[in-house]
């Protein structure tokens, strides 16, 4: 079965960074996309961060600069690196996995591309 478990989230002032981390199982990790996803609290669940097999990585304006999507295949997780941490980007924090799209990186941004979801880890920005 596929496994998506996430860690990392914490509280934390405005300013501050974090790291979270994602691992997975039961699927060839290193042929799949991945994202990172937030849902706030009455909000929809929105894209912070993609990367695909090669690399390629797609974030929306409102984190570009701040966060950084990696993947370490040979420990089967994914990271996001948050700096910066404005209360604006409270939320839970979700990772995904699916097979990759054929066009590349840009529809890794949309959670309606992927299948496969974690149960979430909580970030607190205040």
């Known amino acids: 079965d596929v496994q998506l478990v996430e860690s990392g989230g914490d509280s934390v002032q405005a300013g501050g960074s974090l790291r979270l981390s994602c691992v997975a199982s039961?699927?060839?990790?290193?042929?799949?996309?991945m994202g990172w996803f937030r849902q706030a609290p009455g909000k929809e669940r929105e894209g912070v961060a993609a990367?695909?097999?090669?690399?390629?990585?797609n974030y929306p304006n409102s984190v570009k600069g701040r966060f950084t999507i990696s993947k370490d295949n040979a420990k089967n997780t994914l990271y996001l690196q948050m700096n910066s941490l404005k209360p604006e980007d409270t939320a839970m924090y979700y990772c995904?996995?699916?097979?990759?799209?054929?066009?590349?990186?840009?529809?890794?941004?949309?959670?309606?591309?992927?299948?496969?979801w974690g149960q979430g880890t909580q970030v607190t920005v205040s």
């Open positions: 995904a996995a699916d097979s990759c799209p054929p066009t590349g990186p840009a529809p890794l941004i949309t959670p309606a591309y992927f299948f496969y």
């Open positions: 990367i695909d097999t090669e690399g390629r990585t």
């Open positions: 039961g699927f060839p990790f290193s042929t799949y996309c």
